[in-house]
């Protein structure tokens, strides 16, 4: 069979398997054998258990688990109370109030959790209640608190550019430098943005937060000095070539746990429930990635991927025609399809097109990055919309979505400063 049989065999028997239900992973690697029996008969079948086997015993998958630890046991002790409750006290009287205090707590729990979801859970949980007593229009307030969580994957660490660094073979370091800029300047057009509706719309927002005494505030906002130790502790070790993304990430999840036994939050039912829910994350993404990686093998197999890659080169496309299309192609994937299977799904085929464009697979990394977090804002399957939505206490999910759809445009607008500003991302790893 040639490349575009398989490429349709393939499309098909992906579309049958994810509209029956089937789990991402499951799908993936069924589809994968399926194709490589097509194409070598059990030749092909017999490179699954050395694509096993390599995929889980990679050392740098190793990162993930850890820091997903890191924000499950800083997001189970109460640690994240006591550091958005000193954000709030310090951005409280601010054009916007809380809504700032958000965005900031969002960035700062993101800089060592490495999850958009565990972001957007451990400051939704503390910042719902609080809002809605001071009466904060929800749509904001949701929206706020589900974009404000997608920079746990911009922000390093990131567990997403991990798996980006992993498959193509980039410096993980690098790019979590990479990410750091750029992540915070779009917390900074996220606030930018807030302070806007709350001038344009100030119904949305009280008219002042309650007046706090600075020793009072000084007292709460000490609360955010462990959590920036914490981040600097893991990113620093990086930045200077102390430690490997894999041996920051242990440093990093034993800091968690230190802190969390230093406020009083470490329980022997808190570990637990933190190394469960670790545990089931990584589970999860590691099967996707496992069956991601059989389905990439029967890509090469057949030559899907060359011939993909050679059909696109044909069109003789410019860079910048190139570049949108893959922008309007991973919005597109993002609201039907979660960010680590698109990874894995795609790259294999696009990445070769990427670079023969002349992208910095660095650059390139960021800004699919960024990508990836609009599908965590875009229904129907974005998480950070189900998880703000499951803590909200009861409110339509309509609300959560419209909330964030403002937040969407603000990310496309960091898109193309990065498309015009490429040094915003590239920077800071030339200088390590």
Known sequence: MEWQEFALIMAAALTVTMVLGQWTAMALGCVGMLMLWLARGDIGLSSVGSVIWNTANSYILIAAPMFLLLGEVILRSGVSKHFYRGVAAMMGRTPGGLLHANIIACALFSAISGSSVATAAAVGTVAIPEMRARGYAQRLVFGSLAAGGTLGILIPPSIVMI?????????IAKLFM???I?????????????????????????????????SERLHH??????IIALFLTVLGSMYFGIATPTEAAVVGALGAIVLAWGYGGLTMAVFVDALMATVRTTC??????????????????????????????????????????????????????????????TLPVLFPVVAAAGFDAIWFGVVLTILIELGQITPPV??????????????????VVIGSIPFVFVMLIMILLLAIWPEMALWLPSTM
Request: glycine share 10%; charged share 10%.
């Open 163 to 171: 798996l980006y660094g992993a498959l193509v073979e980039e410096s």
């Open 178 to 180: 990479a990410g750091l």
């Open 182 to 214: 750029p992540g915070l300047v779009m917390a900074g057009l996220f606030m930018v943005y807030i302070a806007l509706h709350a001038w344009f719309r100030p119904a949305d927002v009280p008219a002042r937060e309650p007046v706090m005494p600075w």
């Open 221 to 226: 906002g000490l609360h955010i000095l462990p």
């Open 284 to 345: 999860m993404v590691l099967f996707i990635i496992i069956g991601a990686q059989v389905l990439t093998n029967a890509l090469t197999y057949t030559g899907v991927s060359r011939g993909v890659s050679e059909w696109i080169v044909a069109f003789e496309l410019s860079r910048w025609v190139l570049f949108l299309a893959l922008v309007v192609l991973y919005l597109f994937l993002g609201c039907f399809v979660d960010g680590v299977s698109m990874i894995y799904i």
């Open 382 to 399: 974005g998480l950070n919309l189900f998880t703000i939505h499951g803590i909200s206490g009861g409110a339509a999910f309509s609300e």
